[in-house]
Nanobody, 120 residues
Framework: QVQLVESGGGLVQAGGSLRLSCAASGSISSINTMGWYRQAPGKQRELVARITSGGSINYADSMKGRFTISRDSTKNTVYLQMNSLKPEDTANYYC??????????????WGKGTLVTVSS
């Protein structure tokens, strides 16, 4: 089993910053891509950013320049630094990863999410 635990969400005023963390644990052999998605009420889940094991990064266009994704492979942890937050960034933020287990199985795993609320 592989688990993802997110932290760092909360309530912040517009223009403020938050840093999300997501730690993977369990029967892990190696981790490929780690990423963040978000889902606002009444909307579909969308990509925020993702980073490969080689360090390649993709951002959704609306997050470029405001959000920064990074990872610490030694800790199986991915971070999302969010600056200049806007009320429309309010959503549940979910961590996602592609991981090879110690049995050699490739799994796609989701965290339970952390709520980010940006007040105007």
């Amino acid at each position: 089993q592989v688990q993802l635990v997110e932290s760092g969400g909360g309530l912040v005023q517009a223009g403020g910053s938050l840093r999300l963390s997501c730690a993977a644990s369990g029967s892990i052999s190696s981790i490929n891509t780690m990423g963040w998605y978000r889902q606002a009420p009444g909307k579909q889940r969308e990509l925020v950013a993702r980073i490969t094991s080689g360090g390649s990064i993709n951002y959704a266009d609306s997050m470029k320049g405001r959000f920064t994704i990074s990872r610490d492979s030694t800790k199986n942890t991915v971070y999302l630094q969010m600056n200049s937050l806007k009320p429309e960034d309010t959503a549940n933020y979910y961590c996602n990863t592609d991981v090879y287990t110690q049995r050699g199985t490739l799994m796609n795993v989701w965290g339970k999410g952390t709520l980010v609320t940006v007040s105007s």
